[in-house]
C-alpha cells in the first residue's frame, strides 16, 4: 500500500514528513502561503514559499487521486468483482492514469461488439483458439452458432470471438503501462502539412515534414504544433520510430503488435489459429490501442507543455512585478501616438492626477514646437521630476522629443524613462478605470498607467489581469483556469513579499495581500475615507468584517508609515512586538533609537529573545528588519539608455554593441528592447560563453543588458543579438528575431509558429502568441 500522502509529498520536496504535516495543517486552517512563509517559519522547518506552492498544488492532486480511488473501489465492489489481488493493484497505484487502466475493465460504457458476442455465448470459442491454437478456427467456431443473436455463421462468429479478445487485450492495465512506456522512450510526433493549406499555412512551414521524439519536444514546440494542427494547417500524430521512414519498415507485426502477442503467449509457429490469433494481435493495436494510447500520450505531452509555459510566464511575471521602482516623484505619463496624438498625464508623488493634455508632435500635424512648449509648461506647473514614456507606436520619435524639452530647459533637470506598455490597454477600458476616471478619455487613462507604473510597478500592474500583461509563452494555448490560478499566485506572493501601504493602497492591491478579498479590500478603503489615515495596525480591527483571523493574516503584510508605532511600518508582525519589547528593555533605548541601528542589533545573542512561541528563525528575522525597517526586496531603479540615431530596424548594423531592456524570456532564448520598434533575439547559445540550460538562470524581464547585433533581416523584420560581445556578425546565422508585434500600445509578441529542433534559426524566431 501506497505511504500516506504527507509522506509522498515530503520525499519529493525532501523534508520531513512533520514538515509538511504542519504545513497542511496551517492550509487547511485558512492560512496563506505568504503567511506561513513569512511568520511559521518554525512551524513548518522553514518551508519557503516556492515549497509551499509546490506542496499545495500536490496535496491537491493526491486529495483528488485518493478520492477518485475511493470511488473506483467502490464501483468495482458494488459490481461484485473486487478481488483482493485488483484491490491491492488499485491501492498500489501512484497516478490517475494508473487508476483509469485498472478501472477500465469494470467501467460502465455502451454496449459494445465484444459485449454482444459475450451476451450471444462466443467467449468460450475466443479463449478456447487463444488457450489452444493448434484448434481450427473455421471448425471450432461452427459449435458456437447462433443466427438468433446475428452469428449465422463462422465467419461472423470469429468476429465476434475477435472482438472480445481485442477487448480483453486492449484494457489489460499492466499491458497498457508497458506500452505506454515503450511508446514514450520510442514514439516521435510527427507532423506534416495539410494538402491544400501550404499557402495559407505557410506561417506552419517549419512544421510541414517534422518529427521529434515525444519524450525530448520542448513545451514551445509542442504547443506551435497543437496550434497549427487547431488552426486546420497541420496533422499531428504519434508514430513509432521504426516507422519514421516508411521505406525502412520491416514487413511483419510492429514492437509493439509484438509487445501485445506476447503477453498473451500469441507465437507464429504455424499451427492452425496461429494467423487468425496474429491478425487479432494487429487489429487490437490498430483499432483500440494505438488510437487510445496516441491520445493519452499527446494529451500528456499537452499537461507538460502547458505547464511549462505557465511556469515561464510565472517567472516572467515575477521578475517584471518585482521590477525596481523609481520611487515617490511626481512623474509625467506619455502614450505616444502618432494621428490620434500623445496623451500626457502628470500625477503626484502618490500617483494622484494633478493635470493632462495631448499634443501632436508627430504626422499629419507636426507640432514640435508646440508639444515641447507643452511639456515644459506641465513639468514647470507641477515640479515633475521623470518623464515615463510608453514603448508603443511612435516610442523613440516622443523620446526624442522630450529629449529636446531636456536640452532646452536644463534647469528642470528632468529624467526620462521609457517603459512598458503591456497590458496599459486593458487597464485604460476596464472597469476599475472607468470608476476611478469616469470622465477621462480612454488614451489619458492609459497615460496614468505609464507614469504609475514606473513610479511603483507591482502598485500599477496588479489592476491588470495578469494574463494580460504579455510575458508569456504561448499564454492563450493553455488552460486559461490552471494559468489564473498559477498567475494569481505569483501575484499574491510579489505583493506580500514587498508589503503596502494601508493609507495609500488602492483596492486591487489590497486585494492581493495575504487574508484579504476584495470585499475586504474595499471596506479597508472605505473605512479611510471616512476616518482618515490610519494611525496604527490595530485601527484596521474597526474595518468591517476584518476579524480576527484576517488580521493574523494580513497586518505584517500592511504597513502604517508615520504611525504611532514606529513597529507598524515594519514587516514585524504584532503578534511579534513583545519580543521587541524584550530587545529594547536590554538596550535601553526607545524603538525610534533603535530603528536602523546595526551596531547595536548585532551585538544581541537572538536566541536569548526565544520562547515556546518564537523560535529562532522569527528572532533571527524580527533582527533584520530592525536594522533595515521597511526594506524593499526590490533591486535599485536603473533604466537602460538607447542609442541615439537607433530608432527603426534599418537603422541597426551588424556589429553594434547598444543597451537595452529584457522584455520577455522563453525556453529558448531572451527577447530583448533595443529602442527600434522590435524586439531582437538573444538565443539561448548567445546568453553566455558557458552552456545555459535554462535562460532564467541569466536574464530575467526587466533586465537591462548589453548585445551585439549579429544580423538584421529588413524583410521579416527580425533581430539576432547576442549577449557574448566577442561573438562576430555572421555567427547570428543561427540565431534571428521574430517581428515584435508592436500591434498598439500593448506590446505583445507576434504569434507564427515555433521551430524544430535542430533548426536553431527558426527556433530562435519562435515568438510567442499575442
Known amino acids: 500500500m501506497l505511504a500516506p500522502i504527507e509522506h509522498r509529498i515530503a520525499i519529493e520536496l525532501n523534508v520531513r514528513p512533520a514538515q509538511v504535516n504542519a504545513a497542511i495543517a496551517l492550509l487547511d486552517e485558512g492560512a496563506t502561503v ?32 485518493e478520492e477518485r480511488r475511493t470511488a473506483i473501489l467502490a464501483s468495482i465492489d458494488e459490481q461484485g468483482k473486487l478481488t483482493p489481488e485488483l484491490k491491492a493493484e488499485i491501492e498500489d497505484a501512484e497516478t490517475k492514469q494508473r487508476l483509469e487502466d485498472l478501472y477500465l475493465p469494470y467501467k460502465q460504457k455502451r454496449r459494445t461488439k465484444a459485449q454482444i458476442a459475450r451476451e450471444a455465448g462466443l467467449e468460450p470459442l475466443a479463449l478456447a483458439l487463444l488457450d489452444n ?24 462468429a470469429l468476429d465476434g470471438a475477435r472482438q472480445i479478445l481485442m477487448e480483453k487485450f486492449a484494457e489489460d492495465a499492466d499491458l497498457l503501462r508497458q506500452l ?24 506552419f512551414r517549419d512544421w510541414f515534414d517534422f518529427a521529434e521524439p515525444i519524450g525530448e519536444l520542448p513545451s514551445h514546440r509542442a504547443l506551435a504544433l497543437f496550434r497549427g494542427r487547431n488552426e486546420g494547417f497541420l496533422n499531428v500524430g504519434l508514430v513509432l520510430d521504426s516507422e519514421l521512414d516508411p521505406e525502412q519498415v520491416k514487413p511483419g507485426p510492429n514492437p509493439c503488435e509484438q509487445r501485445i502477442a506476447a503477453r498473451f503467449g500469441i507465437k507464429a509457429q504455424g499451427r492452425p ?12 493495436w490498430k483499432v483500440k490501442v494505438a488510437t487510445h494510447l496516441e491520445l493519452d500520450l499527446m494529451n500528456e505531452l499537452r499537461e507538460r507543455a502547458e505547464e511549462e509555459a505557465i511556469r515561464v510566464f510565472g517567472r516572467n511575471l515575477k521578475d517584471l512585478l518585482l521590477a525596481a521602482p523609481a520611487g515617490q516623484h511626481v512623474t509625467m505619463g506619455i502614450d505616444p501616438g502618432i494621428r490620434t496624438g500623445c496623451k500626457l498625464a502628470v500625477v503626484d508623488a502618490t500617483g494622484k492626477l494633478l ?28 515640479g515633475v521630476s521623470l518623464i515615463a514614456i510608453g514603448n508603443g507606436t511612435a516610442s523613440r520619435e516622443t523620446d526624442k522629443l522630450v529629449q529636446d524639452v531636456m536640452k532646452r530647459h536644463p534647469e528642470a533637470r528632468l529624467q526620462k524613462i521609457v517603459v512598458s506598455e503591456a497590458g496599459a490597454s486593458v487597464y485604460s477600458a476596464s472597469e476599475l478605470a472607468a470608476r476611478e476616471f469616469p470622465d477621462l478619455d480612454v488614451s489619458i487613462r492609459g497615460a496614468v498607467s505609464i507614469a504609475r507604473r514606473l513610479q511603483d510597478p507591482l502598485a500599477e500592474l496588479v489592476k491588470i489581469e495578469p494574463k494580460s ?3 508569456g509563452q504561448y499564454q492563450h494555448d493553455v488552460s486559461q483556469t490552471k494559468l489564473a490560478r498559477s498567475l494569481d499566485a505569483v501575484v499574491e506572493d510579489c505583493v506580500n513579499a514587498v508589503g503596502v501601504d494601508v493609507n495609500t493602497a488602492s483596492v486591487p492591491l489590497l486585494t492581493r495581500i495575504s487574508g484579504l478579498n476584495a470585499g475586504l479590500a474595499a471596506n479597508i478603503v472605505g473605512y479611510r475615507d471616512a476616518h482618515g489615515a490610519f494611525r496604527s495596525r490595530d485601527d484596521l480591527k474597526q474595518v468591517p468584517r476584518l476579524g480576527d483571523k484576517t488580521f493574523e493574516q494580513a497586518a ?23 519580543v521587541v519589547e524584550k530587545i529594547l528593555v536590554d538596550l535601553k533605548k526607545p524603538i525610534k533609537e533603535i530603528l536602523g541601528d546595526a551596531r547595536a542589533l548585532k551585538g544581541l545573542n537572538p536566541a536569548k529573545y526565544t520562547d515556546e512561541r518564537f523560535g529562532l528563525p522569527t528572532v533571527q528575522d524580527i533582527l533584520k528588519e530592525l536594522e533595515k525597517p521597511g526594506r524593499d526586496p526590490r533591486p535599485e531603479f536603473k533604466t537602460a539608455t538607447f542609442a541615439e540615431g537607433v530608432t527603426e530596424v534599418r537603422d541597426l548594423k551588424p556589429g553594434m554593441i547598444l543597451e537595452g531592456v529584457v522584455t520577455n524570456v522563453a525556453a529558448f532564448g531572451a527577447f530583448v528592447d533595443i529602442g527600434v520598434h522590435q524586439d531582437g533575439l538573444v538565443h539561448v547559445s548567445a546568453l553566455s560563453n558557458t552552456f545555459v540550460k535554462d535562460p532564467h538562470t541569466v536574464v530575467k524581464a526587466g533586465q537591462v543588458v548589453k548585445v551585439k547585433v549579429l544580423e538584421v533581416d529588413l524583410a521579416r523584420q527580425r533581430i539576432a543579438l547576442t549577449m557574448r560581445l566577442a561573438d562576430e556578425p555572421g555567427q547570428g546565422k543561427r540565431h534571428d528575431a521574430a517581428p515584435a508585434g508592436r500591434g498598439g500600445p500593448q506590446r505583445q509578441p507576434a504569434r507564427p509558429s515555433a521551430p524544430p529542433s535542430g533548426n536553431a534559426m527558426a527556433a530562435a524566431f519562435a515568438k510567442l502568441k499575442r
Open 355 to 382: 493635470d493632462t493634455a495631448t499634443i501632436y508632435p508627430h504626422e499629419p500635424r507636426c507640432d514640435w514646437d508646440g508639444s515641447m512648449a507643452t511639456i515644459a509648461r506641465l513639468a514647470s506647473k507641477h
Open 273 to 284: 489459429a496461429d494467423k487468425w490469433l496474429a491478425d487479432t494481435v494487429r487489429w487490437t
Open 133 to 156: 491454437p493448434e484448434l481450427t478456427p473455421d471448425d471450432e467456431a461452427e459449435k458456437y452458432l447462433n443466427a438468433d443473436a446475428g452469428f449465422a455463421d463462422a465467419r461472423a
Open 180 to 203: 505506454r512506456e515503450y511508446l514514450g522512450e520510442h514514439g516521435h510526433v510527427r507532423s506534416t502539412v495539410v494538402e491544400g493549406k501550404e499557402t495559407e499555412g505557410a506561417k
Open 469 to 471: 500583461i504579455g510575458v
Open 556 to 578: 505584517g503584510f500592511l504597513r502604517v508609515p508615520n504611525g504611532d508605532n514606529p513597529l507598524d511600518s515594519s514587516s514585524v508582525h504584532p503578534e511579534a512586538y513583545p
Open 34 to 65: 505568504p503567511f506561513i512563509a513569512r511568520y511559521r517559519k518554525e512551524v513548518t522547518g522553514g518551508l519557503d514559499d516556492t515549497q509551499l506552492r509546490t506542496l499545495e498544488e500536490r496535496l491537491t492532486y493526491l486529495r483528488d487521486l
